[in-house]
């Protein structure tokens, strides 16, 4: 539902009104008289250039839209129910779930006979529910839209449960995004509905928004992405054939803007800067770590006091995937400590609670402090250039490949013989590049810790 005009207060009997046409999509749930007419209970004489009463008409009308699309929700969600309880009943009943016009359209007569059969064989022919599950009594449910992300979501489920909460919603937010705005440009419509017009007109909406609102292409690429595999998957798993609208939509002349190293003097002199300590401890002391040792700001954020081991013969801390997930498998990996990363965890041996699955909380607090002091000379430079002048250290003291991608927590390319490089092996390279130690490191243990 989308209107193409806003709400405009009418005059009737001296006094303001919405006056709105119940759209036909909600006719047979909302059963009052067409059109409707909404007071204000603003006099035209105390309001003659209708200033007050436009506001308060476009929350009338705002509340109606509302209400419809409760009424759509509510009925949809129980004929959903209603659908699913028939479905897992025919299975119990040893059937496939079919709806009466796919049995008509299959012209099985013999199927559904023996449907017909097995009720009255089980002395069910008068059971509502058991002659809706074999006898297709039940209307597959109609997605929207608006149901796109709801229903992806479900579908991969099983793939979901290892995300933290965070992680979760990182990776629902761009996929709402992508369907809020087809909903603006075009309307939410029925998914077998969609045409290939629109999809193209979605496209068309991006290119004028693009440059309306001087945006990258990769933003709208990144919609077009999320539609076509949510459409594509939702589709898959419920046999809906629908026809591939969303594919080849994507606009040339995208540019991927790559994160920027720092270099080895701003390394230094960000991790020696005393525009540091206006930092919060935590957020200080994760920008050292990940500075000395090349770690993923989430994989700092991460770590449970059970990860890190100061009173192991190497002091270490142990990546791994507890209430979140990890990267890639190659992610989880143990590390040395040293230098400002040995010091920043004497000061936090329990990690950094305040941040724990908060990383992009994180690097934004960063951004904004490494701005405001000038330590940041490129707009490709983030906290995470921390771990591409790791790894451009490593590589100057020509460190063997193996050793680089297992500190990194890079896939390597070769295959897999013994147990890779060990912990001794590690901390010989780090400590070959370890960063000048921050002065005055203060090791007593913060309220965290």
């Not at 405009?8 to 999509?25: F, M, N, Q, S």
């Not at 290892?162 to 419509?189: C, G, V, Y």
């Not at 991790?271 to 200080?284: F, H, M």
């Amino acid at each position: 539902m989308r209107r193409t005009t806003e709400a405009k207060p009418h005059k009737r009997a001296g006094i303001w009104y919405l006056v709105r046409r119940i759209p036909a999509e909600f006719a047979h749930l909302d059963r009052r008289s067409s059109p409707l007419k909404l007071s204000t209970n603003i006099a035209v004489a105390d309001d003659p250039k209708a200033i007050r009463a436009r506001q308060v008409v476009a929350q009338l009308n705002q509340n109606l839209e509302a209400y419809w699309r409760g009424l759509r929700d509510g009925q949809s969600a129980e004929a959903r129910i209603r659908f699913e309880a028939a479905q897992k009943r025919a299975k119990a009943l040893g059937v496939n779930y079919q709806t009466v016009e796919e049995l008509h359209a299959g012209h099985a007569i013999a199927d559904t006979l023996a449907r017909v059969e097995l009720l009255l064989n089980r002395q069910a022919i008068d059971s509502e529910n058991d002659v809706a599950a074999v006898l297709g009594g039940e209307d597959r449910p109609r997605l929207r839209v608006s149901d796109l992300v709801a229903e992806f979501e479900t579908i991969h489920s099983a793939k979901l449960t290892a995300f933290s909460e965070a992680q979760r919603k990182r990776w629902r937010s761009p996929k709402l995004k992508a369907a809020t705005n087809f909903i603006e440009a075009i309307d939410d419509k029925y998914l077998e509905e969609l045409t290939r017009a629109d999809a193209v007109t979605f496209r068309e909406w991006w290119q004028v928004k693009l440059v309306r609102d001087r945006l990258e292409i990769g933003t709208a690429n990144k919609d077009f992405g999320h539609m076509n595999k949510m459409h594509r998957d939702i589709d898959m798993a419920h046999q809906l054939g629908l026809k591939p609208v969303f594919s080849r939509l994507r606009l040339e002349g995208e540019t991927t803007g790559s994160r920027a190293a720092f270099t080895p003097e701003q390394a230094v002199a960000i991790v020696l800067s005393p525009d540091l300590d206006r930092l919060n401890a935590e957020a200080r002391d994760i920008l050292l770590i990940v500075a000395e040792l090349g770690m993923r700001p989430s994989e700092v954020c991460g770590l449970l006091e059970q990860n890190i081991q100061l009173a192991a013969p190497i002091p270490l801390v142990q990546i791994r995937p507890e209430g979140r997930q990890l990267k890639n498998p190659q992610s989880e990996r143990d590390l040395p400590l040293t230098g400002n990363a040995l010091a920043a965890l004497q000061r936090h041996p329990k990690g950094f609670p305040t941040y724990r699955d908060k990383a992009d909380t994180l690097s934004a607090t960063l951004a904004k402090a490494l701005k405001k002091a000038n330590l940041i000379q490129s707009k490709h430079q983030s906290l995470y250039s921390f771990r591409h002048s790791f790894e451009d250290r490593l590589i100057e003291e020509e460190t063997p490949d193996k050793v680089i991608a297992s500190m990194m927590g890079h896939k390597f390319q070769r295959p897999k013989y013994g147990k890779g490089p060990s912990l001794e092996l590690k901390l010989r390279w780090l400590q070959r590049v370890e960063l000048p130690l921050r002065p005055n490191a203060d090791l007593t243990p913060t309220s965290s810790g």
